[in-house]
């Protein structure tokens, strides 16, 4: 495993890292005169840095965010029980199929509203028997009391980003009004870097614009992996870990791409909302999700 490491090169990058960590804090000249500050968010209450420094630590996100060393560090040090722990859970974890029911139509009465759902298992609605328990159905349940919703699903179990935008270029394009993007959780057991992770999530924004005609487009956040019951310690503070930096990038890339908004879902500790895998949302969730997706949506665009 940790040959596999060398030869890929990941070490060399983590030490790389390290020899550079000032440009955690602080710009270079050049970039100073071409970068713009965005956001500036809280620590991560799990950044290696917030156990050494008793003051706080900032993260400034300039279109590019570097990944936390913590999670390469680990990588190197528990690399082997993280690959044992990955093949046993994929092992173990029953496979659920993608929900039965339709995947497009139109429902309501009122003002028009164009919806596209697009992204993986949780997009797909894995979890649960039916569409109209699922993230879709559920959502138009919340929609349609105020409008006339025509609708579309585009999402696959084990999609990542790339996979993501391979089909977005491919399917026929559609003009949409609002697009509800759920993706994140293949790219984090990819090991996908944060650099093509923030690269992806803008050309799929770009891509939804030019060729969906979009006006909105809603990036719900990456779930709570840390919490999922199918993944054993270590690996499941890992995987969370890199979920919440990717979460990060993923709100501040819709903090400068036009039309977009960053949704951060709630999260819900009851096992009990989860689905028979430990790994997706329940018939519960789904509805607390879609819920709170759809109060987003029509705040937005109550507000123009």
Same mark, same amino acid.
């Given at each position: 495993?940790?040959?596999?490491?060398?030869?890929?090169?990941?070490?060399?990058?983590?030490?790389?890292?390290?020899?550079?960590?000032?440009?955690?804090?602080?710009?270079?000249?050049?970039?100073?005169?071409?970068?713009?500050?965005?956001?500036?968010?809280?620590?991560?209450?799990?950044?290696?840095?917030?156990?050494?420094?008793?003051?706080?630590?900032?993260?400034?996100?300039?279109?590019?965010?570097?990944?936390?060393?913590?999670?390469?560090?680990?990588?190197?040090?528990?690399?082997?029980?993280?690959?044992?722990?990955?093949?046993?859970?994929?092992?173990?974890?029953?496979?659920?199929?993608?929900?039965?029911?339709?995947?497009?139509?139109?429902?309501?009465?009122?003002?028009?509203?164009?919806?596209?759902?697009?992204?993986?298992?949780?997009?797909?609605?894995?979890?649960?028997?039916?569409?109209?328990?699922?993230?879709?159905?559920?959502?138009?349940?919340?929609?349609?009391?105020?409008?006339?919703?025509?609708?579309?699903?585009?999402?696959?179990?084990?999609?990542?980003?790339?996979?993501?935008?391979?089909?977005?270029?491919?399917?026929?394009?559609?003009?949409?009004?609002?697009?509800?993007?759920?993706?994140?959780?293949?790219?984090?057991?990819?090991?996908?870097?944060?650099?093509?992770?923030?690269?992806?999530?803008?050309?799929?924004?770009?891509?939804?614009?030019?060729? =969906?005609?979009?006006?909105?487009?809603?990036?719900?956040?990456?779930?709570?992996?840390?919490?999922?019951?199918?993944?054993?310690?270590?690996?499941?503070?890992?995987?969370?870990?890199?979920?919440?930096? =990717?979460?990060?990038?993923?709100?501040?890339?819709?903090?400068?791409?036009?039309?977009?908004?960053?949704?951060?879902?709630?999260?819900?500790?009851?096992?009990?909302?989860?689905?028979?895998?430990? =790994?997706?949302?329940?018939?519960?969730?789904?509805?607390?999700?879609?819920?709170?997706?759809?109060?987003?949506?029509?705040?937005?665009?109550?507000?123009?």
């Amino acid at each position: 495993m940790l040959n596999g490491l060398i030869k890929s090169g990941i070490v060399h990058k983590v030490w790389r890292d390290i020899a550079n960590t000032s440009k955690h804090y602080q710009l270079d000249e050049k970039h100073k005169k071409t970068q713009v500050i965005n956001e500036v968010f809280a620590p991560m209450t799990c950044d290696w840095r917030a156990y050494l420094i008793s003051g706080p630590v900032i993260y400034i996100f300039i279109g590019e965010v570097r990944g936390s060393m913590l999670y390469h560090i680990a990588l190197i040090l528990l690399g082997p029980v993280l690959y044992v722990q990955g093949k046993i859970v994929r092992k173990k974890t029953p496979l659920l199929p993608e929900p039965q029911g339709e995947r497009g139509g139109e429902s309501g009465n009122g003002d028009k509203l164009s919806l596209l759902i697009v992204g993986d298992s949780a997009a797909a609605g894995v979890g649960v028997d039916h569409q109209q328990d699922a993230l879709c159905g559920r959502l138009l349940d919340a929609l349609v009391s105020s409008c006339s919703v025509s609708w579309q699903l585009l999402a696959n179990s084990g999609d990542s980003s790339a996979q993501l935008l391979s089909k977005l270029a491919k399917v026929p394009a559609i003009p949409v009004d609002v697009v509800v993007i759920s993706i994140g959780v293949n790219d984090v057991t990819k090991l996908v870097s944060a650099r093509l992770w923030t690269k992806n999530l803008t050309v799929i924004a770009e891509l939804l614009r030019t060729k =969906f005609s979009a006006k909105h487009i809603y990036y719900s956040s990456v779930p709570p992996m840390h919490l999922f019951p199918a993944l054993p310690q270590p690996l499941r503070w890992w995987l969370g870990l890199r979920a919440r930096q =990717f979460n990060q990038i993923m709100r501040a890339v819709a903090l400068t791409e036009i039309g977009c908004t960053f949704v951060q879902t709630p999260v819900i500790i009851d096992k009990r909302f989860i689905a028979a895998d430990g =790994f997706h949302p329940g018939q519960q969730a789904y509805k607390v999700w879609a819920e709170h997706v759809a109060q987003v949506i029509q705040s937005k665009e109550s507000a123009g």
